[in-house]
Nanobody, 126 residues
């Protein structure tokens, strides 16, 4: 069983920045996809950014390209989401998710993610 613990959420003004962190309790030596999803009130959960830790392939939602950056620190079993130029529409609960021993294409499929964190709230004021 893998536990994911998120941190770094908070409240910022539009145009500001936040950095989210997600620490995994178990190291996966290959084939792990980790990522960030978000869910705003009354909306479906959507993918934000994912990374295939074997090779560092990254995928981004169109709405965050150029503003958000996902990165990894394998030594710390940690994935980060640097969020810049935040907009009010970025307001949501952000969830870290992971799937192990898979191909990089699983990074594109929300249903493939087996493990989920509890979420961290991001609020962007206009």
């Amino acid at each position: 069983q893998v536990q994911l613990v998120e941190s770094g959420g908070g409240s910022v003004q539009a145009g500001g920045s936040l950095r989210l962190s997600c620490v995994a309790s178990v190291y996966t030596p290959w084939g792990a996809c980790m990522g960030w999803f978000r869910q705003a009130p009354g909306k479906e959960r959507e993918g934000v950014a994912t990374i295939y830790t074997s090779g560092g392939f990254t995928f981004y939602a169109d709405s965050v390209k150029g503003r958000f950056t996902i990165s990894q620190d394998n030594a710390k079993n940690t994935v980060y989401l640097q969020m810049n130029s935040l907009k009010p529409e970025d307001t949501a609960m952000y969830y870290c998710a992971a799937v192990r021993y898979t191909s990089r294409w699983s990074c594109l499929v929300r249903a493939d993610f087996s493990y989920w964190g509890q979420g961290t709230q991001v609020t962007v004021a206009s």
